[in-house]
């Protein structure tokens, strides 16, 4: 009588360990989908900023829902982003460039870090006038 | 004689063969279970998730632009198919073909109305005496940058332009209309969910600017999850003969007698948790019919299934309903999760029941089990309440009713009524700090309780013998089962139910209804709960705090009392139903559980004329 290259108990039980392994990984795929749902909708990448005419040359003006600053010179519109590029806080605006609350980061008027942790400039964002003559700011 | 020598039952070379072949099978039908549901995974994770946009015009396109839309299905039209036609008759012309809103552009496309500021709007369905749009005040775009921002779900949208659409005739678009066209508007945002017809049960969790993959079809992996509990089982079934019931009690002597124990394997954690062996009877499921382990297992499943649904459950008036509606039409697999926790909680209570069922019928309550006995009922108290406080957290108009009567009940009870209410709710009125306390009621305080005494309950069961059966001199049978078959099969029962409860997930969502708002609610058919049902007819006879708390708790007292009041079964008639020293308590059980059932089907009979 031949003895069984593999016993049944011990097939069943690899079979069974096969099974649960597997499925473990199938329910933690689930597990991580079932998380990652988002229930807040994303933030706007586009915002609307009314007429183009409400802007006067040699402006700033503060945007505090995206938060950026529109620039209105000589060269037309352009738009930086307020967010500090160390770590996130809003920098506030002053009379020659921006300042940030939380480590100290200085920047210039047109974005360039001058002093403190933050080493990249303000992100530059775009602006283009719509055919209404609204303009309209691009985060992304 | 050692119950764990490792002698392998020989197999000849064709069992060998087949039992590689139905491996490989089993290896080749994971494989293919696994692939099609991590193709349909990719798809819909990979699916692009920013709005659509439709294809800029050309001049020589423009005329396509004005046309009737083609509809999807033409013999049956869809929602989306009726909301495109409304929308390309009513409201294109002001709001464009895009929902671009009333561009120079679209003016200049749409031709006849171009400047109708100075000679009046006039077009097929427009007044006869035309109208004219205020210059300062042009319709809006409803897609693109800064559009539909006050309306953060689909009901907002729909209670804004049933109200004021279109602007020429406010109020004149039906609900069927008014649902059609705000599911257009999603769409063309590309934010409706699929296969979802839009009305008011969940447009309130669907958010107007949520963008949502292209495709959510979480039915493939719950199929993948059913067959492989079925899988499992199978093999759980097929270890069934390859484990000998090995006849133990020799070794069990050795060990009494203080001769060293034989050698064998330490057991892992879920094996030690057991006795070694138990003895045979114990473990007959016509007996006990599982229903102590499935009740565990259901309360497990209840416990990871609750943990996950609190992740996205809000307990506040406004979002409750909503929260729910997002996880059971919007979370993938949310629907699943949710479905496992309501059908897990009613089969829990029928299961408890026809536990109570066996234990009374069978005699189980008797000396050293008394206790054991009332921890049991504690428990199904538990149990209840904890039924009760999840059914409210729906907070949907399904379950108003059963907040409101279920607290006044509690201000009938004469002296302490009063400050019982304000304690249970929170205040002198329902409201949020009712659904707050209900929520850490339901998810921390009675489910902590209820933790405890399952332990304790358990911790009881092993040191008052294990299941009830004669003591071993009185025993039929000397036979034992070891503890590794005992826990196949518990293993097995619980695959087996999770199989049955994952394919009633699937098939029978749990019920809900639409939001509770500030105004009444017409309901023609307040129901209670299912296992209050009865109570509920018992309400319908009179004075409350006689019927529906003095009755129910002399019930109670009734049970309570049974295993110190009443003859009870020989020690040897133990370990089977309807033992004859148990007759009175087998027929009061029968009495009262007759009552119970009759007044459940008298309340939910119609009312005569």
């Known amino acids: 009588m031949n003895k069984p290259s593999l016993p049944r108990r011990d097939f069943l039980k690899m079979t069974l360990d096969s099974l649960l392994a597997f499925g473990g990984l199938l329910g933690l795929a689930g597990l991580i989908r079932f998380l990652s749902y988002k229930t807040e909708p994303p933030q706007p990448t586009e915002f609307d900023l009314g007429l183009a005419e409400t802007y006067p040359l040699d402006s700033v003006t503060a945007i505090p829902e995206v938060p950026a600053v529109l620039i209105h010179n000589d060269s037309g519109f352009s738009a930086l982003s307020l967010i500090c590029t160390h770590l996130g806080c809003t920098v506030q605006v002053q009379s020659a460039g921006f300042a940030c609350p939380c480590h100290g980061s200085r920047f210039n008027s047109t974005g360039y870090p001058i002093k403190g942790p933050a080493a990249t400039p303000l992100k530059k964002l775009r602006v283009e006038r719509t055919s209404d003559g609204k303009l309209v700011l691009y985060t992304n | 004689m050692n119950p764990h020598s490792s002698n392998s039952p020989k197999a000849s070379p064709n069992q060998s063969g087949l039992a590689i072949g139905l491996f490989l099978v089993c290896l080749g039908a994971m494989f293919i279970l696994a692939a099609w549901w991590a193709y349909d995974v990719v798809k819909t994770s990979t699916a692009p998730q920013t709005t659509p946009t439709l294809a800029a015009p050309t001049p020589a396109s423009n005329a396509g632009r004005l046309a009737q839309p083609i509809l ?235 943990i996950l649904e609190m992740f996205y459950y809000i307990p506040l008036p406004d979002q409750a309903t909503i929260s729910i509606q997002t996880i059971a039409r919007l979370v993938p697999y949310g629907g699943l999760i949710r479905n496992l926790h309501y059908w897990g909680a009613q089969a829990l209570v029928l299961v408890l029941f026809i536990h109570l069922l066996r234990i009374t019928w069978t005699g189980a309550y008797k000396k050293p089990r008394r206790f054991n006995y009332l921890l049991g009922l504690a428990l199904l108290m538990l149990t209840l309440a904890l039924d009760f406080t999840g059914y409210i957290l729906r907070w949907d108009q399904g379950t108003s009713w059963a907040l409101v009567v279920g607290t006044n009940l509690i201000k009938a009870i004469p002296g302490l009524g009063n400050q019982l209410y304000e304690f249970m709710v929170g205040g002198a009125q329902l409201g949020s700090a009712a659904l707050i306390r209900f929520y850490s009621w339901h998810t921390f305080g009675l489910t902590l309780a209820m933790i405890a005494g399952v332990v304790w309950h358990l911790f009881r069961i092993r040191r008052d013998g294990g299941i009830a059966v004669p003591p071993a001199r009185l025993r039929r049978s000397e036979e034992r089962i070891s503890r590794v078959e005992l826990v196949r099969r518990e293993m097995l029962l619980m695959t087996a139910a999770a199989f049955a409860l994952v394919l009633l997930s699937i098939f029978w969502p749990a019920p809900i209804t639409p939001p509770l708002t500030n105004t009444s609610v017409d309901l023609t058919n307040a129901r209670a709960p299912w296992f209050f049902l009865w109570v509920q007819q018992l309400l319908k006879f009179g004075n409350p705090f006689l019927l529906g708390i003095v009755v129910p708790l002399l019930i109670l007292a009734i049970l309570i009392v049974i295993p110190y009041l009443f003859p009870k079964p020989a020690d040897s008639e133990l370990g089977r139903w309807f033992p004859k020293g148990g007759r009175m308590v087998q027929i009061l059980i029968a009495l009262l559980t007759l009552l119970l059932i009759g007044l459940t089907i008298w309340a939910i009979l119609p009312e005569p004329g």
């Open chain 2, 72 to 306: 999807s299905s033409p013999q049956n039209p869809t929602q989306l198919d009726q909301g495109s036609l409304v929308y390309w008759g009513i409201c294109m012309a002001c709001h464009g073909d895009r929902g671009q809103g009333l561009t120079n552009e679209w003016r200049a496309v749409y031709g006849e109305d171009q400047n109708c500021w100075a000679s009046r709007c006039h077009s097929g369905n427009h007044p006869p005496d035309g109208f004219i749009i205020p210059r300062d005040n042009l319709p809006h775009a409803v897609t693109g940058a800064g559009s539909l921002t006050t309306y953060t779900t689909a009901q907002q949208l729909y209670d804004y332009i049933v109200v004021t659409m279109p602007w020429w005739k406010p109020g004149s678009l039906t609900p069927a209309k008014g649902w059609a066209v705000t599911a257009y508007v999603l769409k063309l945002n590309g934010t409706l969910p699929q296969g979802v017809a839009l009305d008011a049960t969940d447009a309130s969790a669907i958010k107007v600017h949520n963008p949502v993959p292209t495709s959510q079809n979480d039915q493939i992996g719950e199929i993948v999850l059913a067959a492989l509990l079925g899988l499992v089982a199978l093999v759980l079934i097929l270890q069934a003969n390859s484990k000998r019931k090995a006849v133990l009690v020799g070794s069990r002597q050795a060990t009494l007698s203080g001769e060293p124990a034989p050698a064998r394997p330490r057991p892992n954690f879920l094996l030690h948790l057991h006795p070694p062996s138990i003895p045979a009877e114990q473990a007959r499921w016509s007996y006990t019919l599982g229903t102590g382990g499935l009740a565990i297992f259901l309360f497990m499943v209840l416990l990871v299934t609750g």
